[in-house]
C-alpha cells in the first residue's frame, strides 16, 4: 500500500515535470481535496475591508487569496484571455451579463445562502439575472457629480443638474477645472440623461446628438480622467468631476483629513443617472464552491457588509447592513438615494458589436475634435 | 570556411528565431484577425458556423470579411489621428535630438574616468518605474504646484493669460521627451565616442572655424547615430498610449490610445488589428525611407 503510494507520487511528480504544470495546480483540479483550503477572490481594488477577510478566514479556517482588477473590461479581458481558477468573482451588471451568456458561471445553490433574505429586493431580480440564479448583489455605486462646494457655490453654479458639465454658459466659469470619465459609455449615459433619454439608448440619431453636446464642453474640460481626479478633487486642482460615488466619497475624505480649507460634496443630478451594481458570482473555474457560497452567506451578514460600506462609501443593498453603517453615510442622499432619486438611476446594458464600433467611432471623433 | 559558416549560421540563429516568433507569427496573426469578425464577448466570432446551438449567442457572422478595411478608409477620421500621431512622434524626436547632441557631446568629449558615470546618471531615472515617473509630472505640472505658480506669475508680468499645463498636448510632449530623451543621448554617445579627434585638428589646420569643424566633420560623421538614436525614440511615441492618457488633455489622443481601446473597451479584435496593420506599415515605411535616405547620402558622398 505505502510502496504504491510513493510509486504514485513518483509517477505524478514525473508527469508534472513532464507537462510542466506545479503539483499545485495538480492538487487544485481535484475540487475534492480538503488540503487545498483557500477561496480565491478575484475582485474590484479597495472593495473589502482586510479586517472582513481576517474574519472569513478564522471562521472557516480558511484562506483567502485576493487578485484585483480596475474595471470590467479588465476583468473580462483578463478571463478571456484564460484567467482561471477564480471561485468568486463581483462583476458589474453588464458584465455579468456577458459572463452569463458566455456561460462562464456557476449557478447558486440558494439553500447554503439564507442571508439572502437581507438583500433589499429592489436590488434583486435585476434583467441581467432575473431569477437571481447565478448572482448575488453585493454592493453599488452611481456615477455622478462630485464638486469643490465653496468653489462653486461661491460662484453660483447649480449642483443638481448635469448642465454644469456641458453648458458652456456654466462651464466658462470653471474652464480647465472640469474633468469627465474616460468611459465611452458613463459619458455617453451622462449626455443622453442630460438630453433627456435613456441611458441605455441606442438610438443612433441620439447618440450624434449626446456627441454634439459633448463635443461643444470639451474646450472647457481639462481632462478624460477615471481615477486621478479623485486626488485632484482632494488637492483643489479640480472643481467639478464626473465619477463614482465611491470615489468621490474618498476624495471627501482625503479633503477632511488632510485639513483642506474646502470640501468635496457629490450629488445625483436630478436628470438621473447610472447606477453600477456589483453582484457576486461564481466562476465555473473555481475549485471551491463549498467555501465561495459559505463567504456570500458572511458577507450577507449585516455587520460584515456594513464594514464595506464604512470603508469605500459604496452603497449597501443589503437591508441588515444599515443599522451598522455609520450615521453620515446613511444620511447621504448620494450614497443611499431615496424612493423618488432611486427611480431615476438606470443600469448600463451591453451592446453588440456593431453599436460597439459605431460608439467607438464617436469617441474617436469626440477625442480628435 | 566552412566552419565559419557554420558560426555566422549559429550566431544569426537566435535572433531569427526571435524575429521569427515575436515579430512575423504575431503580424501574421494579426493579418488573419483583421479580416475576421469580432466575437460577440471580445475576441473572434467563430469561422465557421458552429454545429450546435451556440449560434445565437453569436453575431451572426461567420467567416472572413473586408469589413474593418472598409470602416477605416470610409472616412478622414482615422487617417487624421494617424497625422497627429505623426506629428506629436516628430516633434519628440527633433526635441529630443536638439536636447540629447549637446550633452552626447560632452560625455563623448569629457575625461574618460566621468564618462562611465555620466552614461549612468543618463540611464538612472530607469531605475524608477516608467508610470511613477509620469505621475510625478502629474504633480510639477498640476495647476497648484509651485512650477505652475512660476510660470503663470511670470506669464503675468508680461501681461498674459495663465496657462493650464497638466492635460494639455505641452504635458504629453513634455512626457514623451523626458521618457525617450536617454534613447537618443545613448545612440549618439556611443557614435561621437568613436569619432577621431585628429580629423578636427585638421580641419582646424585647414582653416575651418568652431561652427564649420561641427557641420562639415562631427555632423556628417554622426549621422549614423542620429538615425539609429530617432528610430528609438520615433518609433516607441508612435504607439504610445499611457503618456496621453495620463498627461493628455481631452484632446490628446493617439494611435496607441485607439488601438488600446479597440481590445479593452469596444472588444474589437478584427478593427484593432486592423489600425495595429495601419502603424506597422506607416512605421515600416518610415524605417524604409530613413534607410534609403542614408544609403543615398553616404553613396554620394563617396
Not at chain 1, 473590461?73 to 463581483?90: P, Q, R, S
Not at chain 2, 471580445?42 to 478595411?69: D, I
Not at chain 2, 543618463?122 to 531605475?127: E, Q, T
Not at chain 2, 568613436?194 to 564649420?212: C, E, F, I, S
Request: some cysteine; charged content about 20%.
Amino acid at each position: 500500500m505505502k510502496a504504491s503510494i510513493i510509486r504514485s507520487y513518483f509517477v505524478c511528480l514525473l508527469i508534472s515535470i513532464l507537462a510542466g504544470c506545479t503539483s499545485g495546480s495538480g492538487s487544485g483540479d481535484n475540487p475534492s481535496n480538503q488540503q487545498d483550503n483557500v477561496l480565491r477572490l478575484f475582485n474590484w481594488n479597495n472593495y473589502i475591508s482586510q479586517k472582513t477577510v481576517e474574519r472569513f478566514e478564522q471562521m472557516c479556517q480558511c484562506r483567502v487569496t485576493q487578485d484585483y482588477y480596475s474595471d470590467n473590461e479588465e476583468l473580462l479581458a483578463k478571463l478571456a484571455a484564460g484567467a482561471t481558477g477564480y471561485d468568486l468573482l463581483v462583476p458589474t451588471g453588464d458584465a455579468m451579463d456577458t459572463l452569463i451568456r458566455q456561460g462562464a458561471l456557476r449557478e447558486l445553490d440558494k439553500s447554503k445562502i439564507p442571508n439572502l433574505k437581507n438583500i433589499d429586493p429592489g436590488y434583486l431580480k435585476t434583467k441581467f439575472d432575473p431569477d437571481n440564479r447565478y448572482s448575488v448583489p453585493y454592493a453599488n455605486t452611481i456615477t455622478l457629480l462630485g464638486f469643490n462646494r465653496e468653489k462653486i457655490t461661491g460662484l453660483g453654479l447649480p449642483t443638481d443638474s448635469w448642465a454644469i458639465i456641458f453648458e458652456p454658459e456654466y462651464l466658462k466659469k470653471i474652464k480647465g477645472r472640469v474633468t469627465v470619465l474616460d468611459s465611452q459609455r458613463e459619458l455617453l449615459a451622462a449626455a443622453l440623461k442630460y438630453l433627456g433619454y435613456s441611458a441605455h439608448d441606442t438610438d443612433e440619431a441620439h447618440w450624434q446628438q449626446a456627441k454634439t453636446l459633448i463635443i461643444r464642453a470639451k474646450p472647457y474640460w481639462a481632462a478624460f480622467n477615471n481615477t486621478s481626479y479623485i486626488r485632484e478633487l482632494a488637492v483643489g486642482n479640480l472643481w467639478v468631476a464626473h465619477g463614482y460615488s465611491n470615489d468621490m466619497f474618498q476624495a471627501a475624505q482625503d479633503a477632511k483629513k488632510t485639513g483642506r480649507q474646502f470640501s468635496i460634496d457629490f450629488v445625483i443630478p436630478k436628470e438621473g443617472a447610472v447606477l453600477s451594481l456589483d453582484s457576486m458570482v461564481l466562476h465555473r473555474s473555481g475549485h471551491r464552491p463549498d467555501l465561495a457560497h459559505r463567504f456570500i452567506n458572511f458577507m450577507l451578514e449585516g455587520e460584515n457588509s456594513a464594514e464595506l460600506t464604512n470603508l469605500t462609501g459604496s452603497g449597501n443593498p443589503n437591508l441588515d447592513a444599515r443599522p451598522h453603517i455609520h450615521p453620515e453615510i446613511i444620511a447621504n442622499p448620494a450614497i443611499f438615494p431615496d424612493a423618488a432619486q432611486f427611480s431615476r438611476l438606470e443600469m448600463l446594458e451591453d451592446i453588440n458589436h456593431t453599436q460597439r464600433r459605431l460608439l467607438s467611432r464617436i469617441w474617436t471623433e469626440i477625442k480628435l475634435r | 570556411m566552412n566552419r565559419l559558416r557554420l558560426t555566422r549560421w549559429l550566431v544569426s540563429l537566435p535572433p531569427t528565431l526571435f524575429l521569427l516568433l515575436f515579430f512575423v507569427v504575431p503580424s501574421l496573426l494579426m493579418i488573419v484577425t483583421s479580416f475576421r469578425y469580432p466575437g460577440e464577448f471580445g475576441g473572434l466570432a467563430p469561422l465557421s458556423v458552429p454545429a450546435t446551438g451556440l449560434a445565437e449567442e453569436g453575431s451572426g457572422l461567420y467567416g472572413l470579411t473586408l469589413e474593418t478595411y472598409r470602416f477605416f478608409f470610409s472616412d478622414i477620421l482615422y487617417a487624421e489621428i494617424f497625422l497627429k500621431s505623426f506629428a506629436v512622434a516628430t516633434a519628440t524626436t527633433l526635441i529630443c535630438l536638439v536636447m540629447a547632441y549637446p550633452v552626447a557631446m560632452l560625455i563623448a568629449r569629457s575625461a574618460k574616468k566621468y564618462r562611465n558615470l555620466m552614461v549612468l546618471l543618463v540611464v538612472l531615472p530607469f531605475a524608477s518605474n516608467f508610470l511613477i515617473r509620469i505621475y510625478a509630472w502629474m504633480i510639477i505640472l498640476g495647476p497648484e504646484s509651485t512650477f505652475s505658480h512660476l510660470i503663470n506669475s511670470v506669464l503675468d508680468v508680461l501681461g498674459l493669460e495663465p496657462v493650464m499645463l497638466l492635460f494639455s498636448p505641452f504635458a504629453v510632449l513634455v512626457g514623451t521627451v523626458y521618457v525617450h530623451l536617454p534613447f537618443m543621448i545613448l545612440p549618439l554617445y556611443t557614435n561621437l565616442e568613436k569619432h577621431d579627434p585628429v580629423l578636427l585638428d585638421a580641419a582646424q589646420d585647414l582653416g575651418a572655424n568652431r561652427w564649420q569643424r561641427f557641420w562639415r566633420v562631427t555632423w556628417p560623421q554622426s549621422l549614423p547615430g542620429v538615425f539609429s538614436g530617432s528610430a528609438l525614440v520615433f518609433i516607441p511615441v508612435l504607439g504610445m498610449f499611457a503618456i496621453p492618457d495620463i498627461l493628455g488633455g481631452t484632446g490628446d489622443i493617439l494611435i496607441g490610445n485607439l488601438i488600446k481601446d479597440q481590445f479593452l473597451g469596444t472588444r474589437d479584435w478584427p478593427f484593432g488589428s486592423t489600425l495595429s496593420i495601419m502603424l506597422t506599415l506607416a512605421v515600416l515605411s518610415v524605417a524604409g525611407l530613413a534607410t534609403w535616405f542614408a544609403r543615398s547620402r553616404t553613396a554620394s558622398s563617396n
